[in-house]
T-cell receptor, first 114, second 110 residues
Framework: GAGVSQSPSNKVTEKGKDVELRCDPI?????LYWYRQSLGQGLEFLIY????????KSGLPSDRFSAERTGGSVSTLTIQRTQQEDSAVYLC????????????FGPGTRLTVT | GQQVMQIPQYQHVQEGEDFTTYCNSS?????IQWYKQRPGGHPVFLIQ?????EVKKQKRLTFQFGEAKKNSSLHITATQTTDVGTYFC??????????FGTGTRLKVLA
């Protein structure tokens, strides 16, 4: 079946602009995760959704970051007033549940803030 | 807070040599997962370990969970060029968060 998809694959934006990143998880996966990966670095956990609910938003780097999930499916990560330090690959993953389930990652969105 | 360290950070091996990466946690783990990320790609799940002292094998890959469930290792026998990539361990932290290790980047020289 189809895997996790993300759009856009690449996004170049000017500093100060808002961007919206989209994630389509695997159908039936109730858990959805957002991560950020800077060049050559590890994965930084941002937020987790169980269904449409995000129980803990403390992983978001600043209040410029927000995320939502609707219909237990599609999720969007919004970054307002982008800064150069926001440049990274944003990865989305989904799984059947939170603990004990493998995460299936999408191809990521490469965000470049100029 | 919980910390997850991986060593080494980088490893260059000649094709055919063995390779091992270690993942160490500051706290006892309920389970641990391993992922591989090829250059330019996204992480792909390899395996999950749950039981104390558990050992699992996938062809040339051997995964081990420590007796105290605070560390894990991934060993590759007779590396091939297809093994190139970064290997991450991942652990659940608290109730709603996953922490990925710092990763070990493997380069295999033909």
């Amino acid at each position: 079946g189809a895997g996790v998809s993300q759009s856009p694959s690449n996004k170049v934006t000017e500093k100060g602009k808002d961007v919206e990143l989209r994630c389509d998880p695997i159908s039936g996966h109730t858990a959805l995760y957002w991560y950020r990966q800077s060049l050559g670095q590890g994965l930084e956990f941002l937020i987790y959704f169980q269904g449409n609910s995000a129980p803990d938003k403390s992983g978001l780097p600043s209040d410029r970051f927000s995320a939502e999930r609707t219909g237990g499916s599609v999720s969007t990560l919004t970054i307002q007033r982008t800064q150069q330090e926001d440049s990274a690959v944003y990865l989305c993953a989904s799984s059947l549940g939170m603990f004990g389930y493998e995460q299936y990652f999408g191809p990521g969105t490469r965000l470049t803030v100029t | 807070g919980q910390q997850v360290m991986q060593i080494p950070q980088y490893q260059h091996v000649q094709e055919g040599e063995d390779f091992t990466t270690y993942c160490n946690s500051s706290t006892t783990l309920s389970n641990i997962q391993w992922y591989k990320q090829r250059p330019g790609g996204h992480p792909v799940f390899l395996i999950q370990l749950v039981k104390s002292g558990e050992v699992k094998k996938q062809k040339r890959l051997t995964f081990q969970f420590g007796e105290a469930k605070k560390n894990s290792s991934l060993h590759i026998t007779a590396t091939q060029t297809t093994d190139v990539g970064t290997y991450f361990c991942a652990v659940a932290s608290g109730t709603y968060k996953y922490i990925f290790g710092t990763g070990t980047r493997l380069k295999v020289l033909a």
